[in-house]
């Protein structure tokens, strides 16, 4: 398995043996793990068994062109990256070329071979960069998804005590201020609330008096009983 970020599973089409092979020979020099294909159709039968990040394609094969072959494989893996290689270098061959997803192209035969691997190593740099992305992105998502977790416990600890089911003084009293503002409307549907807040608080301080509190285990008819002196006591009936 190649694990050199320069390096990727890279298909090579064209049905010209010569070329195919030149093409071939130059990549595999360059680290990368190369499978050749002789036309359109035996390439996208093997891009869609196993999806190569890097393709190089020749833009005129028998029955399907590589500009047809560049749409299949963009259209399966948006992220594949394809050079199509042409001896007809023409404005419309590459402006269809790009407008099919094609990265670049080269023009055969090849002043240099050089640009066989440059070309590539370009393309592999940008495959990599949307790899590292894609990563990144997923890391966030993560990190806003915990944070919106920490929050929510954070929002519910600020209003409600999880072990006396009480809410706490600074919650009470706005909340407080906020009914007395409505107190006048009929039928006010926070009543209930305030009633039962004021009757949990009352049993409370009831208990405190005889020095313990009862404190009520959520989903369970157990409490927990802790004894308290004067002090703590009142620091029960403030809290």
Do not use: W
């Amino acid at each position: 398995m190649v694990t050199n970020r320069k390096s990727v599973r890279t298909l090579v089409v064209d049905d010209d043996a010569s070329l195919r092979e030149v093409v071939s020979q130059v990549l595999t020099a360059d680290g990368h793990d190369v499978t050749t294909a002789s036309s359109a159709e035996q390439a996208y039968t093997l891009f869609r068994e196993h999806p190569f990040p890097l393709v190089f394609s020749d833009i005129r094969m028998g029955n399907m062109s590589g500009i047809e072959l560049v749409q299949l494989i963009k259209e399966h893996s948006p992220d594949a990256q394809a050079i199509i290689m042409t001896s007809n270098a023409t404005a419309d061959n590459a402006i269809s070329a790009l407008r099919a997803g094609a990265y670049d192209y080269l023009l055969k035969p090849f002043e240099d071979i050089e640009l066989i691997s440059s070309v590539a190593n370009r393309a592999v740099e940008k495959i990599r960069l949307m790899e590292d992305n894609s990563v990144l992105m997923d890391q966030v998502g993560q990190k806003n998804e915990e944070l919106k977790r920490a929050n929510a416990i954070l929002k519910e600890r600020s209003i409600h005590d999880s072990l006396t089911e009480v809410y706490n003084p600074r919650f009470f009293y706005e909340f407080l201020k906020l009914e007395q503002r409505d107190q006048s409307a009929a039928g006010d549907p926070h009543r209930g609330f305030l009633n039962r807040v004021a009757l949990r608080r009352s049993r409370i301080d009831e208990h405190a008096a005889h020095g313990s509190v009862h404190y009520p285990c959520r989903g369970s008819t157990d409490s927990i009983v802790l004894n308290t002196s004067a002090a703590s006591t009142a620091m029960i009936a403030r809290s």
